[in-house]
């Protein structure tokens, strides 16, 4: 292994440098996320929902998809 991959690895082995690796990645890969409001704010409730739903069901025993 290359004394530059060592590097990277104890770096990445840094949880401080590892968090802020990754936040800054994660800024530079997202779009930039404008207000949500009227029939966009309806819609993303319902699917919040949904979600929250099918998070809860798949515990259940009785529930055929798992």
Same mark, same amino acid.
């Given at each position: 292994?290359?004394?530059?991959?060592? !590097?990277? /690895?104890?770096? #990445? =082995?840094?949880?401080?440098?590892?968090? !802020?690796? /990754?936040?800054? #990645? =994660?800024?530079?890969?997202?779009?930039?996320?404008?207000?949500?409001?009227?029939?966009?704010?309806?819609?993303?409730?319902?699917?919040?929902?949904?979600?929250?739903?099918?998070?809860?069901?798949?515990?259940?025993?009785?529930?055929?998809?798992?």
């Amino acid at each position: 292994m290359s004394a530059k991959a060592r !590097r990277i /690895l104890a770096l #990445l =082995n840094d949880p401080r440098h590892r968090t !802020r690796l /990754l936040d800054s #990645l =994660n800024r530079s890969t997202l779009d930039d996320v404008g207000p949500v409001g009227g029939d966009q704010e309806i819609k993303f409730l319902k699917e919040l929902n949904e979600m929250a739903d099918l998070e809860r069901d798949a515990g259940r025993k009785e529930c055929p998809d798992r």
